[in-house]
């Protein structure tokens, strides 16, 4: 039975990378008769809200459970006010589909000019609490305009949310061989929710993942140890709030958005997980066919890799990292003068080389 793939450029480069990466997918299928994957491609984006007043339809959540995983580009226009885009389209996905586990590589690549890099051999995962705590949704403010004016925003955990997203990272740390899990925090100044992350973090390990070493650092210091020694970390796990921030960080760490991948997970594989770049729709050189396909094309090796076919995966992030060593195909945001086209051909050739 086919792989079914559900595919969502949504806007500005999203259109533009995403084209990239299913044509990289079919130079996969004909090298490989038995990857056996069909794909279709739903118009959700900004322009399809222009046309009918929501970003998708009302039973998009209910077509989409039929699908083995997404494949999404990103979302974004001027025309619709980014909360909208936002919490009527990527959100939903997220929340009905229980995808818990933001997970993102952060891996220096050849050829690339990380500010950090040095020859150090940066190679570690983040994973981000992806459906509840700083990003919940309760709060309010009262006093409206009056000098007594004040606002409350609620962080909510649950042990059973603080479970989920720990073993996933220790489940990932047995499955490649990594030792060490570093947890993120602050429970010296945020005494509730914090202590809780780390009380729980530390139970969860002690009861499943004896062989694991557990490191807890707080944010502050977290952040500059990014920076100041990056080669130092494994496993990553992170709250909402915190797994946003060293996200991004690791990102810029190892140079930039064109080339950072994410998944969203739900790793029972109840419902479908949702890939996708960490960068957005880039307005500023949306139309001018010179954003970078790998961000997206890698998102396609986390998902292939997700639906069993880890050697698929292996094979797209080789043939990346040919591409990159080679050098001479490179788009403007790794410094050099390429399209988006002539990356994503460069890719395909080097996996029909192989
Ligand atoms: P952005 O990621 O779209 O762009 C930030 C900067 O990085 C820009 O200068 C852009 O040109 C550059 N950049 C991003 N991807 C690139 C690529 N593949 N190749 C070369 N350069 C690249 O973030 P920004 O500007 O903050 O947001 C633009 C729009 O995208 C907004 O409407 C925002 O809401 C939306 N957005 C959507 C996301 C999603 O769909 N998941 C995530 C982030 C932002
Ligand atoms: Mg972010």
């Known amino acids: ?129 992806n459906a509840e705590g700083e990003y919940s949704n309760s709060g309010g403010r009262i006093y409206h305009n009056q000098p007594q004016e004040m606002t409350i925003q609620n962080t909510i955990m649950t042990r059973i949310g603080i479970e989920k997203i720990v073993q996933a990272a220790c489940d990932y740390a047995h499955k490649y061989g990594k030792s060490k899990i570093t947890s993120a925090t602050k429970s010296n100044a945020i005494i509730h929710s914090m202590k809780f992350w780390d009380e729980h973090t ?35 796990v992170a709250s909402n709030l915190f797994g946003d921030i060293l996200s991004d960080l690791g990102s810029a760490i190892v140079g930039g958005l064109g080339l950072s991948p994410s998944a969203n997970l739900n790793p029972e594989k109840e419902y479908p997980s949702m890939f996708e770049p960490v960068h957005g729709s880039a307005p500023d050189i949306a139309g001018k066919g010179i954003a970078n396909p790998i961000a997206q094309i890698w998102s396609l090796a986390l998902l292939l890799g997700h639906i069993g076919r880890p050697d698929a995966e292996d094979l797209i992030v080789t043939a990346i990292e040919t591409v990159l060593t080679e050098g001479v195909v490179k788009t403007a945001d790794i410094g050099g003068q390429a399209s988006t086209v002539q990356m994503g051909d460069a890719i395909c050739q080097e996996i029909a080389n192989m």
């Open 1 to 129: 039975k086919p792989i079914k793939i559900a595919v969502i450029p949504g806007d500005g480069i999203g259109k533009e990378v995403m084209a990239e990466a299913l044509k990289v997918l079919s130079q996969l299928q004909q090298r490989d008769s038995s990857l056996q994957i069909v794909t279709t491609v739903f118009p959700w984006s900004s322009d399809y809200y222009m046309q009918h007043g929501c970003m998708m339809p009302q039973d998009a959540l209910a077509t989409l459970k039929g699908y083995d995983a997404i494949l999404f580009g990103a979302i974004g226009d001027v025309r619709v006010p980014d909360d909208v885009t936002v919490w009527e389209l990527i959100m939903p996905i997220r929340k009905q589909f229980q995808q818990y586990v933001n997970f993102r590589p952060i891996k220096a690549l050849p050829g690339i000019a990380s500010p950090l890099a040095n020859g150090k051999d940066i190679d570690f995962v983040i994973f981000r609490e």
């Open 202 to 236: 530390q139970n969860i390990l002690a009861q499943t993942s004896p062989a694991l070493t557990l490191e807890s650092i707080y944010i502050d210091a977290l952040v500059a140890y990014f920076v100041e020694r990056p080669q130092d970390f494994e496993v990553v």
